[in-house]
């Protein structure tokens, strides 16, 4: 019969084995020179990097990051597609966080809670993401967890989108002006121009590859000359392992595939263009065989879709959740019977194009976001009285004059919700709705809108702020 004492003492070493692992991050913002499109720039290094250090984690993780912000204006990061379970007030936005004042520092806490795949980081306020910041985030799943395809030889990540030779200063003030952006002047792959990465692998095996679109505003397209892309995660969740010769990528999503390394020795182009845009921008990479010597493919390099919406949504449509494959827990992906969810409640949430005192907004059900000076996170935690009014946000359009307002929708925990997304502009439209799990149930396009319905469980995230600007 073991002491009082020793069971105390195994009691504590149970629990101290059970806490799952940490991983500690510093890291100091800064602005620093950068040449992505061959034109000196002011960019945005974390800790002297562009793009920023990548974050290598395994489920469950608790993940600390002390920001040190040596800029000389406030500064936030976001975790795109990071959940925050119980932990929303580290999201890294402006409704939930207060800004990092300049010469001072916030240390992030968070866990990946019951989450796998791939995902980015990037600054939130002032059009900082123009000027860079950003960087990978990979969530490997747990040793015991079975996952649906064999260890990759190698898991390369690319970092692919837009960018403009303007300071972000002056994008932002083109913005606040109520004026459109330009024409983006490039594409960037890991922060670099055309033929600015090689990717280095061995014939005969498999990689896979991570792609995030971390651009302003353009849709991508990427594609491998000679080779197939197996897409098997999307942002977290495993997939129907169907084969692509490209794959479109719009902004803030991020998609991975499998590359089998099958073709004679030769060093062959990674193709990333824009999407519904003309001109069309192009950006290359080297996919590069370790026994080739330098000997550049001889296929013609791979075309690309360009203003052809309908192959997207196809593309979109073709992806399914793989229902038998396990995700963050052994259970699989497809346990739980979704066709007995009971919704409570449909938002149909309409995008617009308007002009509100001279100047050009963007409007969700005719309503155009106006930052309040308290973070509204904050003054719901505190009950601070006239920051915001939750319901104030309309659940469909109602067709009145837009109008300017601080706007939040009120919902209740554990509601399924479905969710309306109506696109009646000419343009792509995507949107940033931290925190939250989806199931599309839908697409349907009509004119040149398109709609999308999800069904989105809520959990404890409270205010909901739809609205953009």
Same mark, same amino acid.
């Given at each position: 019969m073991p002491s009082p004492a020793a069971l105390c003492v195994f009691l504590l070493l149970a629990a101290a084995r059970a806490e799952d692992p940490y991983r500690f991050y510093t890291w100091?913002?800064?602005?620093?020179?950068?040449?992505?499109?061959?034109?000196?720039?002011?960019?945005?290094?974390?800790?002297?990097?562009?793009p920023g250090p990548q974050i290598d984690a395994v489920t469950n993780d608790n993940i600390v990051i002390n920001v040190f912000n040596n800029l000389p204006a406030p500064f936030l990061l976001s975790w795109q597609g990071i959940q925050q379970r119980r932990s929303s007030w580290q999201d890294g936005v402006y409704g939930t966080n207060c800004p990092i004042p300049p010469g001072g520092n916030f240390t992030y806490n968070m866990q990946f809670k019951d989450q796998i795949g791939s995902y980015y980081y990037f600054p939130s306020l002032a059009f900082h993401k123009a000027a860079g910041g950003y960087g990978g985030i990979r969530v490997l799943s747990r040793p015991r967890i079975p996952v649906p395809f064999d260890p990759p030889a190698g898991d390369f990540t690319i970092l692919a989108g837009d960018?403009?030779?303007?300071?972000?200063?002056?994008?932002?003030? !083109?913005? @606040? =002006? $109520?004026? @459109?952006?330009?024409?983006?002047d490039g594409?960037?792959?890991?922060?670099?121009?055309?033929?600015?990465?090689?990717?280095?692998?061995?014939? $005969?095996?498999?990689?896979?590859?991570?792609?995030?679109?971390?651009?302003? =505003?353009?849709?991508?397209?990427?594609? !491998?000359?000679?080779?197939?892309?197996?897409?098997?995660? %999307?942002?977290?969740?495993?997939?129907?392992?169907?084969?692509?010769? =490209?794959?479109?990528?719009?902004?803030?999503?991020?998609?991975?595939?499998?590359?089998?390394?099958?073709?004679?020795?030769?060093?062959?182009?990674? %193709?990333?263009?824009?999407?519904?845009?003309?001109?069309?921008?192009?950006?290359?990479?080297?996919?590069?065989?370790?026994? =080739?010597?330098?000997?550049?493919?001889?296929?013609?390099?791979?075309?690309?879709?360009?203003?052809? !919406?309908?192959?997207?949504?196809?593309?979109?449509?073709?992806?399914?959740?793989?229902?038998?494959?396990?995700?963050p827990r052994p259970n699989p992906q497809g346990s739980y019977h979704y066709g007995q969810v009971n919704t409570t409640r449909t938002m149909r949430l309409a995008n617009s194009r308007v002009t509100i005192n001279g100047k050009l907004r963007y409007a969700v059900n005719s309503v155009s976001f106006v930052p309040a000076d308290t973070p509204l996170k904050v003054a719901d935690f505190y009950n601070i009285q006239g920051v915001f009014t939750p319901g104030s946000m309309p659940d469909a359009l109602s067709g009145g004059p837009a109008y300017l307002q601080t706007a939040v929708m009120a919902s209740n925990m554990r509601d399924y919700v479905e969710v309306v997304f109506e696109n009646a502009e000419g343009s792509v439209q995507s949107w940033h709705i931290d925190g939250y799990a989806f199931w599309v149930v839908g697409y349907v396009r009509f004119a040149a809108a398109c709609r999308f319905l999800q069904i989105m469980g809520l959990s404890p995230r409270t205010p909901i702020c739809m609205a953009h600007h």
């Open positions: 100091n913002v800064t602005f620093g020179d950068v040449y992505p499109l061959g034109v000196k720039q002011q960019g945005i290094l974390i800790n002297g990097q562009f960018w403009f030779k303007l300071n972000h200063t002056d994008l932002k003030g !083109i913005l @606040d =002006s $109520g004026n @459109d952006l330009p024409f983006p594409l960037l792959i890991n922060g670099h121009g055309s033929n600015g990465n090689r990717f280095t692998v061995d014939q $005969g095996k498999t990689y896979r590859f991570r792609v995030s679109n971390v651009g302003i =505003s353009t849709s991508v397209n990427i594609r !491998i000359q000679g080779h197939s892309l197996l897409l098997v995660e %999307v942002e977290g969740s495993h997939t129907m392992q169907n084969t692509y010769s =490209s794959l479109d990528v719009h902004l803030g999503q991020s998609y991975s595939f499998l590359v089998t390394t099958d073709q004679p020795p030769q060093d062959y182009t990674i %193709v990333v263009s824009t999407r519904f845009t003309n001109p069309v921008l192009t950006n290359t990479a080297m996919l590069h065989y370790s026994n =080739s010597n330098g000997v550049p493919a001889a296929l013609p390099p791979p075309p690309g879709p360009t203003i052809e !919406i309908d192959w997207s949504l196809n593309q979109a449509r073709s992806i399914r959740w793989n229902l038998t494959a396990s995700g």
